[in-house]
């Protein structure tokens, strides 16, 4: 099934995951990454709409912001932040695609189908993913982070926070 059905999160969201047999695995390598320090700047990706994003879309995401940034920084030279963590369960009834599948499928309008994949709920304006990084690489993060929008359903926007000293 395409993620482009899972847009919208229509309906109650289902999380117990405790009555699911065979609940699907958190494709999600890590939520944090780099070296904790004091840094600049804080880099946030915000969502623009409503929407649910698998959790593909957000690995794929964090991927491909990581790897641009790593290359520019290093590995120390960033902290990395996911801000979201996919909690609801997305379930799919599986049709019949063979010859007279269509007499089989009638009368099945609200069927509960099987657990197929995870996805999170973001509200408009939410943080997806964030960067603390110094002024030095602050181009670097921007450009990482518009790489990684591409790989997100709906629209997202940067935002640049002055963070001064603190540690993140």
């Known amino acids: 099934m395409h993620g482009a059905n899972y847009r919208v999160g229509n309906g109650q969201p289902f999380c117990r ?8 695995q958190i494709k999600i390598a890590k939520f944090q990454g780099g070296k904790r320090a004091n840094y600049d700047f804080c880099v946030q990706l915000l969502i623009n709409e409503k929407i649910q994003i698998r959790h593909m879309a957000i690995e794929s995401c964090r991927l491909s ?4 940034l790593e290359q520019a920084t290093g590995e120390t030279g960033y902290f990395a932040r996911l801000r979201i963590y996919p909690h609801v369960l997305l379930r799919e009834n599986k049709m019949v695609a063979t010859a007279g599948a269509d007499r089989i499928s009638e009368g099945m309008r609200r069927a509960w189908g099987k657990a197929t994949s995870l996805g999170a709920r973001v509200k408009q304006g939410q943080c997806i993913m964030e960067f603390y990084i110094n002024q030095a690489h602050l181009e670097n993060a921007k450009k990482a982070l518009r790489s990684a929008c591409v790989k997100l359903p709906g629209t997202a926007t940067i935002k640049v926070i002055p963070w001064g000293q603190m540690s993140p």
């Open 65 to 68: 912001a990581n790897k641009l």
């Open 17 to 24: 995951k405790e009555y699911i047999k065979g609940n699907p």
